[in-house]
């Protein structure tokens, strides 16, 4: 069991199955920049969060619902979590008859590093721990699509789950940044001017890198400068 002070966010998982120099300058350099993406994102949790719950019939919706697992060390919020009636038998670990549905919102469309799918995982562990009932399925609402993604939480879900949350415990543990490595991802990061991937000793795009940071100090400064 985790104490209160070790526990990382749930969103630092998808920061992580990203890139893990990036969660490393947010969770350990405590570093942040937005760009259009982030603040584009940012803006659909918000709207999600601070809409009022609601019930219709049987189906009651709740938004913005704090969330957390001392058995995972993990905190977070659920954007919105529906609580549907229970269908068919219900199982031995059951407490309730109504089955929580989390549903986490997302600005683009799915990736395929599968991180958005395992931060919804985790938010169904961390309801699982609090309700004391089994969460089986959940959705991933993507703004561009405008329309929902059923995610089952199976077995090999919930191992791959874990893997990521131990791997996130690991690195911000280790308090150590990993080395900038160049994707094309990289491109769409919002850190890449605080990261530099393209600043690598000894290569090709550091020194380019270099020579126009040198010229841009060059021009601010106004000209060079002799004594």
Not at 34 to 43: S, V
Not at 44 to 51: F, N, P, Q, V
Not at 59 to 78: D, K, M
């Amino acid at each position: 069991m985790f104490c209160e002070d070790d526990l990382l966010p749930i969103s630092a998982l998808q920061h992580l199955l990203f890139c893990p120099r990036q969660t490393a300058l947010i969770h350990i350099e405590r570093l942040w920049a937005e760009n259009t993406l982030t603040r584009e994102g940012r803006h659909l949790h918000e709207k999600a969060d601070k809409g009022r719950g609601e019930s219709r019939g049987s189906l009651r919706v709740a938004r913005g619902i704090p969330l957390r697992s001392l058995e995972l060390g993990l905190f977070g919020q659920a954007d919105v979590v529906e609580f549907r009636p229970a269908l068919g038998v219900l199982e031995a670990s059951q407490t309730t008859s109504i089955v929580p549905y989390p549903i986490e919102y997302k600005r683009g469309k799915p990736k395929k590093d599968g991180s958005d799918r395992v931060q919804l995982c985790a938010q169904a562990l961390c309801l699982e721990e609090m309700l004391r009932t089994p969460v089986p399925v959940g959705a991933l609402f993507y703004g561009t699509m405008r329309r929902r993604v059923e995610v089952m939480f199976d077995q090999p879900m919930r191992r791959q789950t874990r893997s990521a949350i131990a791997a996130l415990h690991e690195l911000i543990g280790s308090g150590n940044t990993p080395p900038a490595i160049y994707e094309k991802k990289c491109d769409r990061c919002s850190l890449k001017n605080l990261c530099l991937p393209d600043a690598r000793p000894g290569t090709a795009a550091a020194s380019r890198y270099l020579k126009r940071a040198l010229s841009a100090a060059v021009s601010d400064s106004g000209g060079p400068q002799s004594d």
